[in-house]
């Protein structure tokens, strides 16, 4: 587990159900920041990210992505219809 932080999270997923595919999502980059700030170990992070408040904290990243992709789109698209 250790060593694959960020990756191999989707085979592991498949099977999970919609919702903590979804809680989990965000959960790569995330692992690797708590990583670097030296918060707990790895396996204890995943348990927190399926079942606790960093679940909701990934779900929560995710969210703050999606909104900046979100934007990106909105301006490039007022841009061509400016054109």
């Given at each position: 587990m250790d060593s694959?932080?960020?990756q191999g999270f989707g085979e592991e997923l498949a099977y999970q159900s919609r919702k903590?595919?979804?809680k989990l999502r965000g959960k790569g980059s995330l692992m690797e920041k708590m990583m670097k700030n030296g918060e707990?170990?790895?396996s204890l992070i995943d348990l927190?990210?399926?079942w606790g408040s960093l679940g909701r904290l990934?779900?929560?990243e995710e969210k703050?992505?999606?909104g900046?992709?979100?934007d990106r789109w909105r301006r490039r698209n007022e841009?061509?219809?400016r054109e």
């Amino acid at each position: 587990m250790d060593s694959a932080v960020g990756q191999g999270f989707g085979e592991e997923l498949a099977y999970q159900s919609r919702k903590t595919r979804r809680k989990l999502r965000g959960k790569g980059s995330l692992m690797e920041k708590m990583m670097k700030n030296g918060e707990g170990s790895s396996s204890l992070i995943d348990l927190q990210l399926k079942w606790g408040s960093l679940g909701r904290l990934a779900c929560k990243e995710e969210k703050k992505r999606r909104g900046a992709k979100r934007d990106r789109w909105r301006r490039r698209n007022e841009m061509i219809k400016r054109e």
